[in-house]
C-alpha cells in the first residue's frame, strides 16, 4: 500500500528558530499533501493543503507565514514552522490521498514539535 | 457548516462487541471512512463506506445510511490492543477530497 515517510519523528528546538518537517511518498506519486496538527486529546484540525507545483491553501486562522508549505515535487512536500513558539508545541501529521487503488488516505508517522 | 458527531468514550471488555456511531451534517460527501489512532501514532484507515450498507474488514465493520446522516464503526472480539482512539471522516465534494474529521472516540478496553 501507499506509504509517507515523515521526518523528523521529533524535535526539540528553541523558541525563535525554525523547524522543517518534511514528508515523501515512497511508492507512489501525491500530488496532494494534507498538513496537520494535533493538540493532546483533540482530533485532527487542517492546516493546509498543499498541491504540487502551486501555492498551499491554507485553512481560516493559519498563519501562512509562519507555517511555510513546499511542494516542490511529486513526492516531497515540506512544512517549516518559523520563529516557533512554545504555543506552536503540537503534533504535526501529514497525510496524502492513497491513489494506488485504496479509498484511504495514508499518514505520515507524525512529528512531535516540542519549543523551549 | 459540516460536523460529525461522535462519543468522546466507550468502554467494553476484551472479548466482547462494542458499536461506535457517527452522526453527521454536510451537504455532501463521497464517502464515510474510519481511522483508528493510538496513542503518540498517526492515524490509520480501516475502512471506507461509498455507499449505504455494511462493509466487512476482518473483526472490523462499518456501516452507513445517507438517508439517516448515521455511520457506525462495529468493532468484534475486542482485544486489548483494540485500544486506541476511532475518528470518522467524510470526504468533502471539493476538489482536494479533503476529509472532515469528527472529534474521536477513544475506545478503553478492560480485561
Known amino acids: 500500500g501507499a506509504v509517507v515517510s515523515q521526518h523528523p519523528s521529533w524535535v526539540i528546538c528553541k523558541s525563535g528558530t525554525s523547524v522543517k518537517i518534511e514528508c515523501r511518498s515512497l511508492?507512489?506519486?501525491?500530488?496532494?499533501m494534507f498538513w496537520y496538527r494535533q493538540f493532546p486529546k483533540q482530533s485532527l484540525m487542517l492546516m493546509a493543503t498543499?498541491?504540487?507545483?502551486?501555492?498551499?491553501?491554507?485553512e481560516q486562522g493559519v498563519e501562512k507565514d509562519k507555517f511555510l508549505i513546499n511542494h516542490a515535487s511529486l513526492t516531497l512536500s515540506t512544512l517549516t514552522v518559523t520563529s516557533a513558539h512554545p504555543e506552536d508545541s503540537s503534533f504535526y501529521i501529514c497525510?496524502?490521498?492513497?491513489?494506488?487503488?485504496?479509498?484511504?488516505?495514508?499518514f505520515g508517522s507524525g512529528t512531535r514539535l516540542t519549543v523551549v | 457548516g459540516q460536523s460529525l458527531e461522535q462519543p468522546s468514550e466507550v468502554t467494553a471488555v476484551e472479548g466482547a462487541i462494542v458499536q461506535i456511531n457517527c452522526t453527521y451534517q454536510?451537504?455532501?460527501?463521497?464517502?464515510l471512512s474510519w481511522y483508528q489512532q493510538h496513542d503518540g501514532g498517526a492515524p490509520t484507515f480501516l475502512s471506507y463506506?461509498?455507499l449505504d450498507g455494511l462493509e466487512e474488514t476482518g473483526r472490523f465493520s462499518s456501516f452507513l445510511s445517507r438517508s439517516d446522516s448515521y455511520g457506525y464503526l462495529l468493532l468484534q472480539e475486542l482485544q486489548m490492543k483494540d485500544s486506541a482512539s476511532y475518528f470518522c471522516?467524510?470526504?468533502?465534494?471539493?476538489?482536494?477530497?479533503?476529509?472532515?474529521w469528527g472529534a474521536g472516540t477513544k475506545l478503553i478496553i478492560k480485561p
Open positions: 463506506n461509498a
Open positions: 498543499s498541491n504540487e507545483g502551486s501555492k498551499a491553501t491554507y
Open positions: 511508492d507512489f506519486q501525491a500530488t496532494t
Open positions: 497525510s496524502a490521498r492513497d491513489t494506488t487503488g485504496g479509498y484511504g488516505y495514508t
Open positions: 471522516a467524510v470526504r468533502a465534494l471539493d476538489s482536494n477530497y479533503q476529509l472532515i
Open positions: 454536510t451537504s455532501g460527501f463521497y464517502g
